[in-house]
């Protein structure tokens, strides 16, 4: 035995290059032979290789909605769920993730944050204002007199009829708002742990003129020795406006007086009543002109497009050939809204006809304003960031788990209502970085290499180049060609070198969840004759179904048990891959390319709280979706001539 051992070590196939002719062993030589490459595939790898869940938004206790609707938690509470610890509910449930997350952004109001903290404690200055005890008795009383309150705090807000004492006690300067301020930067620097955990110091800037939802999250690069310098900007006259230019020209100087970095993202258009993504006029009496686009696109390279208060993707009446653009709607308005909803005002509202909007715009301005990459988020006001469906704690204390929560109307005015039931277990993002650190994240967010899904952890890879090839998907490790021969999500696609572009689509479900339907890429394109179109291609999918003669692709099947609120991964596909070649293209058309990956269907979080409490589901209320994820887009842009 030990002679064979000594053969088959000598063997001229098992040495290295720098042994096989007898001589010395020599660490250069594998460079000599092979200029460039390695022998390991994971040495001297210069593009992200992992990606990272994290949620972008996020409220605790110190918000001012949150806090009045009975948040009790904290920041410290916020980070240790995400973390993965266990904690107790505002309500007194015990709770955890199914998995914790790799990062986040505490988002909590800037307008009077803090101030829930003291009407709950019944601090003098609140009680001595004849609304502020109106409010505390509410509030003390709790139930429904405490909802109402809430929902009256709120309208006062969102129609800039507070009291003056609370604005100025809450804004900018104040010392009550600044410890507050001191409190959240404390523990988002406690929380993070580079390599580990990537904490981000944040805020939501809380412009919300007469109900219209126009808010954006901001999110730090830094930490506290930057952040301690400045205040968040509140929105609130006379001590702010609701203005974006507002919240841009913070920004500018924020990065100029700390040398730091910071980006802002806007969120949940489907509530703005037109407003969030407009070609023309803005609400603000503006005009989109050189200066909106080149701000805009300076300072929003990302798009919050799902979470709890409904999918932002895309719409059936602007995508009426899209089967799949029904999901998760909500199209009533928002907050206390004065003014119905109407169609016409849709197409400022959802993602991919802003994508559209923003080819239009670059057109004539050179500027592409919407040119942003995608995430998910939950918005839970609870400090909770559950998005699974089995796990789902809702978007405020009123509608955590219980036995009447799916029958307690989240909003009700005389303009329309929003049951409980329709809340959306969402969303999460998905970060393609090479670490897991607040700078490595927040670079890939800037680049745009990130995805958005409604709540499951699928994989997904999506490359744009010319010279993608059946073979590039033979090997495992496909990303390398993919960063060799193209561009990933949200990159611009290079000089063209082929009649059309192809892209390398790879898709994995979650390991703990359903399998894939399908893979889709939806492209939009502004046309030669001014128009502005899109188009969605089935490019893979799970087992042996063909397209038929329209092109349209039977439905997987379902699997869903409602009385056990469980599936069976019987149908489906665990992964997709492609190459897809555009068989439409037109060099001459501005266009972008996204995909968008399907789950089987499984059941919504109605079915499990029907399970677990033995009631009854509504009337009217979604029983089966299919989750589903959203890549940032790849654009292609006409070379000059």
């Given amino acids: 035995m030990k002679q064979l051992i000594t053969l088959l070590l000598s063997t001229s196939f098992l040495a290295s290059p720098a042994l096989a002719d007898g001589g010395s062993a020599d660490p250069k030589k594998f460079d000599t032979l092979y200029p460039g490459k390695t022998f390991s595939p994971y040495a001297k790898r210069s593009f992200p290789s992992n990606v990272y869940w994290g949620d972008t938004h996020l409220h605790t206790g110190m918000s001012l909605d949150a806090g009045l609707f009975g948040n009790t938690l904290g920041p410290e509470d916020a980070w240790k769920l995400a973390k993965g610890e266990e904690i107790t509910s505002s309500t007194g449930l015990p709770v955890k993730l199914g998995r914790p997350l790799d990062w986040m952004v505490l988002t909590d109001h800037t307008d009077l944050m803090g101030f829930a903290i003291d009407l709950q404690a019944g601090a003098p200055n609140v009680l001595a204002n004849e609304k502020g005890a109106e409010w ?8 429904a007199a405490a909802g109402e309150a809430a929902v009256d705090l709120i309208t006062n807000f969102t129609q800039g009829t507070l009291p003056e004492e609370f604005l100025e006690s809450y804004s900018t300067g104040a010392q009550a708002y600044d410890g507050v301020w001191e409190r959240i930067i404390d523990a988002a620097e406690d929380a993070n742990e580079p390599g580990h955990f990537s904490a981000f110091i944040g805020f939501e800037w809380t412009s919300v003129p007469k109900g219209f939802n126009l808010h954006r999250n901001v999110m730090l690069r830094d930490g506290a020795t930057n952040a301690l310098q400045v205040s968040p900007p509140v929105t609130a006259p006379p001590y702010g ?9 913070w920004l500018e100087n924020y990065e100029e007086r700390t040398g730091g970095t910071a980006m802002a993202f806007a969120h949940n258009g489907n509530l703005s009543n037109g407003w969030m993504f407009p070609i023309e006029d803005t609400y603000h009496g503006g005009k989109v002109d050189e200066e909106y686009v080149r701000l805009r696109a300076r300072w929003e390279p990302h798009y919050e497009i799902t979470q709890i208060k409904g999918d932002g993707e895309a719409h059936p009446y602007l995508s009426p050939d899209d ?3 029904d999901y998760e709607n909500w199209d009533v308005g928002n907050l206390d809204i004065t003014e119905l909803k109407t169609e016409d005002m849709l197409a400022g509202e959802y993602g991919r006809e802003a994508l559209k909007r923003g080819l239009l715009l670059e057109e004539k301005f050179g500027i592409n304003p919407y040119k942003f990459g995608l995430g998910g988020a939950t918005d839970s006001h609870t400090a909770l960031a559950t998005a699974e469906e089995e796990n789902f704690f809702g978007k405020s204390t009123s509608v955590e788990p219980s036995d009447s929560r799916m029958t307690h109307p989240f909003v009700k005015s005389e303009l329309g209502v929003i049951e409980g039931y329709q809340l959306l277990a969402a969303g999460y993002t998905g970060v393609w970085a090479k670490e897991n650190t607040r700078r490595a994240i927040f670079d890939a967010m800037a680049r745009k290499e990130t995805y958005a899904t409604t709540g499951p952890r699928m994989t997904v890879r999506f490359f744009g180049g010319w010279q993608f090839s059946e073979d590039d998907l033979r090997t495992r490790t496909p990303a390398f060609v993919g960063y060799e021969k193209g561009v990933p999500m949200g990159g611009d696609m290079g000089q063209q ?23 889709q890429v939806v492209k939009g394109w502004l046309a030669t004759d001014g128009s502005l179109n899109e188009k969605v291609y089935d490019v893979a999918w799970s087992g042996d179904r063909e397209q038929d003669a329209n092109g349209k692709l039977p439905a997987v099947g379902n699997t869903v048990d409602l009385e056990a609120a469980s599936w069976a991964n019987t149908i489906g596909a665990s992964e997709l891959a492609t190459i897809w070649t555009d068989p439409d293209f037109d060099p001459a058309e501005r266009a972008f390319y996204y995909v968008r990956v399907l789950e089987i269907p499984t059941p919504r979080w109605v079915v499990y709280d029907k399970v677990r409490f033995g009631v009854n589901i509504p009337e009217g209320s979604e029983l089966i979706g299919q989750e589903r994820a959203y890549t940032s887009p790849i654009w292609y842009t006409p070379q000059e001539n």
Avoid: C, Q
Wanted: glycine share 10%; no cysteine; charged share 20%.
């Fill in 497 to 519: 070198t082929s009649e059309a572009p192809n892209f390398m689509i790879l898709a994995v479900r979650d390991p703990i969840g359903a399998n894939l339907d399908r893979v």
């Fill in 136 to 143: 505390y008795a509410g509030f003390v009383a709790g139930g």
């Fill in 323 to 325: 089967e799949f653009a």
């Fill in 241 to 249: 406006d609701t203005d974006p230019f507002h919240l841009w020209k």
